[in-house]
């Protein structure tokens, strides 16, 4: 498939526990972005890559989340010590130049958190 | 404190009628404006976009004004289709901006 793809696509965790959520952007696109969609709400940035480097994650909520794109093609989402408000949707975008305005965001199907 | 508003949640539409859904904005460095619809367990799908040097922009069935000094945008639908039912997003970014900011969502609904 041509699109952005996520895996798992549904994740429950218990409370403490660590989870990594993964992020297959279109191939070819520079950059990458991640957001966190809480129930009702619209999506809110987390962080950008252009390429393999972090470039703004000014949008992370704690030092639990960390994000990672090592070789520039696939992300990782890490969070460390769930907690129950990070339940949510976690929606992946990718871009296939460096972040403007005109460049469209692709968006992945998201992986729905649930921390019991 | 949400940058970007949508005060409806939701909204019902006759099909073959106009469907108008609003969005208002307090960040003045916003510059770029976008629409984006959601089906369930989709992604979010790119629909419309338009500058602040622009007051409209039309693509199809879509058009999306932008009233600058009311720090207002609408998209509308005509005529309206049963498959244009889903979730849409309004969303903003200064223009060389890396992030998009996201109000929170209608739901459109149109009745066949």
């Known amino acids: 498939g041509a699109g952005v793809s996520q895996s798992p696509r549904y994740k429950v965790a218990k409370r403490g526990q660590d989870v990594a959520l993964r992020c297959d952007p279109i191939?070819?696109?520079?950059?990458l972005f991640w957001y966190q969609q809480a129930l009702g709400q619209g999506p809110e940035f987390l962080t950008y890559f252009q390429n393999e480097a972090q470039l703004d994650k000014s949008g992370l909520p704690s030092d639990r989340f960390f994000a990672e794109r090592p070789e520039g093609s696939v992300s990782t989402l890490k969070i460390q010590r769930t907690q129950q408000e990070d339940s949510a949707v976690y929606l992946c975008?990718?871009?296939?130049?460096?972040?403007?305005?005109?460049?469209?965001?692709?968006f992945g199907p998201g992986t729905r958190l649930l921390v019991l | 404190d949400q940058q970007v508003k949508q005060n409806s949640p939701s909204l019902s539409v006759q099909e073959g009628r106009i469907s108008i859904l609003n969005c208002d904005y307090t960040n003045s460095m916003f510059d770029y404006f976008l629409w984006y619809k959601k089906y369930p367990a989709e992604g979010p799908t790119f629909l419309i976009s338009i500058s602040s040097i622009k007051d409209k922009n039309e693509d199809g069935r879509f058009t999306v004004f932008l009233n600058k000094s009311a720090k207002h945008l609408s998209l509308h639908i005509v005529p309206s289709q049963p498959g244009d039912s889903a979730v849409y997003f309004c969303a903003a970014t200064p223009e060389y901006g890396n992030k998009l900011v996201f109000g929170a969502g209608t739901i459109l609904r149109v009745k066949s």
């Open positions: 191939s070819g696109h520079v950059s």
């Open positions: 975008a990718s871009s296939l130049a460096r972040a403007r305005p005109l460049e469209t965001q692709y």
